[in-house]
């Protein structure tokens, strides 16, 4: 089994900063890529951020310039740094990964709990 867990969600002022974390643990061979999904009330889930081993980061087009994703790869770990946020930001951000538990075996997806983030105006 594979757990991820979130961290570095809260309440922030419009304009503020957070940095969310997120730690795999588990059975875990290898991890392809990592990255951050969103969903606000009422709304799909979202892609935010994804990081994949040897690729460029790819962000939303509305949180380009404003958030960082970065992985940690040798200890199973991505970061998101949230800058400049907006209250459309709001939304619970859940950390997703996509993991080979064992050699030669495929990968699959696994999921966080998620983690509130709320921007005030």
């Known amino acids: 089994q594979v757990q991820l867990v979130e961290s570095g969600g809260g309440l922030v002022q419009a304009g503020g900063s957070l940095r969310l974390s997120c730690a795999a643990s588990g059975t875990i061979f290898s991890i392809n890529a990592m990255g951050w999904y969103r969903q606000a009330p009422g709304k799909q889930r979202e892609l935010v951020a994804a990081?994949?081993?040897?690729?460029?980061?790819n962000y939303a087009d509305s949180v380009k310039g404003r958030f960082t994703i970065s992985g940690d790869y040798a200890e199973n770990t991505v970061y998101l740094q949230m800058n400049s946020l907006k209250p459309e930001d709001t939304a619970v951000y859940y950390c997703?990964?996509?993991?080979?538990?064992?050699?030669?075996?495929?990968?699959?997806?696994?999921w966080g709990q998620g983690t509130q983030v709320t921007v005030s105006s």
């Open positions: 990081t994949t081993r040897g690729v460029s980061p």
């Open positions: 997703n990964a996509d993991v080979r538990t064992t050699w030669g075996a495929s990968s699959h997806d696994y």
